[in-house]
Structure formats: C-alpha cells, structure tokens
C-alpha cells in the first residue's frame, strides 16, 4: 500500500512555489497516494497542470486573496487614491454591495481572526497522512502543533529572507520541530543548518527541478532579449527597460519580449512609451508552455533583474533552451545557477550601464553567445527531474 503524503499549499495560482507544487506532485504520484490541501481556490483549475490521480481539497473556495494582495500593496505604497479607485472598481462601479459585504466578512474572518488556521486544524483533527509536505512557515507552526504525531513532517522554504531578520526568526522558529527542512538554496541550506545544529529538524539541500527537457537549442542567432515572470516590484522591470534606454542609445538593434503579468504591467507599458521604447519591447501577458517555447527558439538572451530571487527556475528553464542569461548579483538564486563566463554573465552592484555592455558585447560577438548557450544546456541537466526525484524519495522513505 503506498503512504499517504499530503502538501500544504496557500493557493494553487501562479507563483513560482505553485508551479513546483505541481511538478512534485505530478513527478511522486506513482510512489505515493498524493493529495492537495490548497487555502484558497483562486481559479476554477490550478494554473499549472496537476494529474487527475491527485485528489484537490479547498479549505476556501474563494478568490478574496488576490484582491487583499493588491489592496495590500497599494497601501503598502501609500497610493491611497488608487486604492480608492479600486475599490470603487470591484465594488461600488456595479453596486456590488452584497458581495462587498461577503468579502468583507470573509477576509475579516480569515485573516483578522485567523480562520483559516483554525480549519486547517479542524482538517489535521479529522484528516491524517504518513507524510505532510508544508510550503509556507505559517503553516508549519500549524503542521507541528496539531499534525499526526507519527507522521513525517517535512517544511519546504522557497524564500530567501534577503536580510529581513524578523522572516529568518519566524522561519527558524516555525521550523524547529519539523523533521526535515528543505531549502532550494545552498547557501541557505548551509546557514540554516548551523542555526538549527541544536533543534529536531534537519536541514537538507534540495533544487527545484525542471519538469521538462526542451528537445532543442535556440539558434541564438537573433538579437531578442526576454524576460519571464511576474510584474512586481521586486523583479525590477523598471531597470530592465532603462537597460533597454541605453540600448536604443547605442543605437544597436535589438527586441525584447516581457512573458508575465501583473499589477504593474500598466505602469510598465506606460514606462515603455515615455522611454520612447514601444517599437522595442512587446508585452506578451501571462503564456502556457508552449507559447513561451516558440519564444525562446528565436531569443539570444535571457535576463533577471530581480531585487531578491530564491531560486530562479526561469533562468533555468532558458539555460534548457540553450540561452545564456545575464542577471544583476543581487538576485541570490542568480549566484547559484549563473557561472561567471561560462552560461551567462552576473552583474555587480545592479549597474545597468555594465548589463547594457555586456549585451552589447554579446550581439557583436555571436560566437560567445551560442558557447555560453551550449554550456548552459548543459548546466541545466543537472537538475533533471529524475535527480531530484532521488533526493527527495530518500528522506521521504
């Protein structure tokens, strides 16, 4: 009889966490009797796909948290008008009070009152597994107090901390009586191995893996520059498009192409066109697969101009195209995956004039772009999935 494992997940949207939740899933379904216990059912069907052999529990079947996010971020950035005009936008434009009064209700039940950890507690009384994969420290501290004493707890932190104590002391102490801890991070692995020396759990080093292996290499031959991933503050778009200034400066031709969508995708295209860049940069929104592979066959360069990133798997997954990647070092995920000359280029100190450069350099130099591409393909095999399947059958058994 196979074990039961169960992961624990906010939401099954998009998100990096939320695509690697499918992608164990779907890789360890054949060993175990996998089921989902998602918090809030944002969409009618997980973003990403999830095989039919994989049972789907919500503990709300609710899409109020993409609203409190961007009502979250919009005071967080003390836009208050903008925030009004949402509201006004979901609520008050069509005399949804009702529904206002609902959302109100649930998200002061939810979060205020914490809700939704008290049914995730009713749900470890009346529910048990052999094996709880937990995706977020606020639930661990659940998982640890209320979960099955005999079952294997496993946390599994996608997070870098990033120099945000108070999140590192949360997850520390969130992460102490767990069995296992695993970091996608070897850097964090390392550091939280030391802080946790004393503690029950121990803390081990897995990478996130690429679900697929791409059966071709970008020609590399173009001039096009591509960004994947969501439209927030924290990914640096904005520095993205004053590289792409310095570009149209230089007078070099070239193209880039934005895969992702997000709250700031209007203040980008407005940015774009004050730049004078409209002829140069396409917003393609938010893609499937496939989509973003006929992209990739015509990209010489991938480029990461993220604040803070714990991992990087689109980097990755461009390196399984065959393209080089450049990234600003501020990126911690960047620095494990981007060998210096060898699959890309790391930029120090987010100096937007050295990226511009280096880009530079590469358009008048193909050959260096296919070598670093040839090299990146294969970098990107060392996290195929059947390594990291191992990594992850051997504590789980």
Not at 307 to 331: Q, R, W
Request: with cysteine; glycine share 6%.
């Amino acid at each position: 009889m196979k074990k039961k494992l169960e992961i624990l997940v906010y939401h099954l949207g998009y998100g990096g966490i939320e695509q690697m939740v499918s992608s164990i899933s779907n890789l360890l379904k054949d060993e175990f009797e996998i089921s989902i216990l998602s918090f809030y059912k944002l969409y009618e069907n997980p973003v990403f796909p999830i095989d039919p052999s994989i049972s789907i529990t919500y503990l709300y079947e609710s899409n109020v948290p993409l609203k409190v996010k961007k009502y979250n971020q919009l005071l967080h950035q003390k836009k208050l008008g903008s925030l009004l005009r949402e509201v006004f936008h979901d609520y008050l434009k069509g005399f949804h009070i009702i529904t206002l009064y609902q959302d109100v209700s649930f998200s002061i039940g939810a979060y205020f009152l914490k809700g939704r950890y008290r049914r995730l507690k009713k749900h470890f009384k009346n529910h048990s597994s052999d094996i709880y994969l937990s995706t977020r420290y606020e639930i661990s501290k659940i998982l640890t107090k209320y979960g099955h004493k005999t079952s294997l707890k496993i946390g599994w932190e996608h997070n870098h901390y990033h120099g945000d104590q108070a999140y590192k002391k949360n997850l520390l102490t969130a992460s102490k009586n767990l069995d296992y801890l695993i970091v996608v991070s070897r850097a964090l692995t390392n550091e939280y191995q030391e802080d946790l020396k004393n503690e029950k759990c121990n803390c081990i080093f897995i990478p996130n893996m690429l679900p697929y292996d791409l059966n071709f290499m970008s020609d590399c031959t173009t001039r096009n520059i591509l960004f994947v991933g969501r439209l927030e503050k924290e990914k640096g778009l904005f520095d993205a498009i004053d590289v792409m200034k310095r570009l149209q400066q230089k007078m070099i031709s070239f193209h880039f192409d934005i895969i992702g969508d997000g709250p700031l995708m209007k203040k980008l295209v407005k940015h774009v066109q004050e730049k004078g860049l409209s002829n140069y940069v396409q917003f393609h929104g938010f893609q499937n697969h496939s989509y973003i592979e006929k992209i990739y066959r015509q990209t010489a360069l991938s480029i990461m101009t993220s604040y803070t990133e714990s991992f990087g798997l689109v980097l990755l997954e461009a390196m399984n195209a065959g393209i080089p990647s450049l990234a600003f070092d501020s990126a911690e995920g960047a620095r494990e995956l981007i060998l210096n000359n060898s699959n890309g280029f790391l930029i120090q100190n987010r100096n937007l004039d050295e990226m511009a450069d280096k880009i530079v350099y590469l358009f008048q130099n193909p050959e260096e772009i296919k070598r670093l591409g040839k090299n990146a393909k294969e970098f990107s095999k060392n996290f195929f999935p059947n390594s990291v399947k191992t990594m992850w059958l051997e504590i789980m058994r």
